[in-house]
């Protein structure tokens, strides 16, 4: 069963992007770090995002630009993902709905052209699968006494064991005094 996808983002944006001559308009690499980050956590199979192997530079939306790596030109963008996989997942399928969703949604909201999105799979996530495992165990109820009967023999042969072992503790208790 798919995630749905977020459809705040607009599908067609027809804005006259004709500013006066000598301005611009530029975006920080954490925007379009936080955009790629929120893009690629709706896609379903994601076990979540992981810290950029060469300590990429990360501000105080640490939680939503964890895993990504942008460069922010002028007119284009590209963007790198670290993240890990659910086990079972198809990685590849996966993966390119990462990259799709990335690319639609940065080009959407920024305007710039996404040359590249790389995706890194770094690992695979095998949580769900431990937790239902988990889950199986807490549920699973251990063999108890089926009769009246079994209770009797279960206490006769604790009877037997505490008697057995008391005439040995006298004998050797009598012999010290």
Known sequence: MAK???????????????????SSITYANEVVATIAGVAANEIEGIAGMVSI???GKIGKNKNL?????VEVGPEEVSCEIYLNIEYGRPIQ???????????KAVES????????????VQGVS??????ALNAGAK????????????NVRIADAREEAAEETAPEQSAETAAEQ
Not at 4 to 22: M, W, Y
Not at 94 to 102: D, F, I, L, T
Not at 139 to 150: F, G, Q, R, S, W
């Open 139 to 150: 549920n699973a109820k251990l063999p108890t006494a089926e009769t009246e009967d079994d």
């Open 53 to 55: 192997p060469s300590g």
């Open 4 to 22: 749905p996808k977020k459809e705040n983002l607009p599908k067609a944006v027809n804005i006259d992007t004709q500013a006066e001559p000598g």
């Open 126 to 131: 095998f949580e769900k699968e431990n937790s």
């Open 93 to 103: 399928k996966v993966a390119g709905e990462v990259q799709e969703n990335v690319r």
């Open 109 to 120: 909201m920024t305007g710039l052209h996404c040359v590249r999105v790389d995706v890194h």
């Open 65 to 69: 630009t964890k895993g990504i790596k």
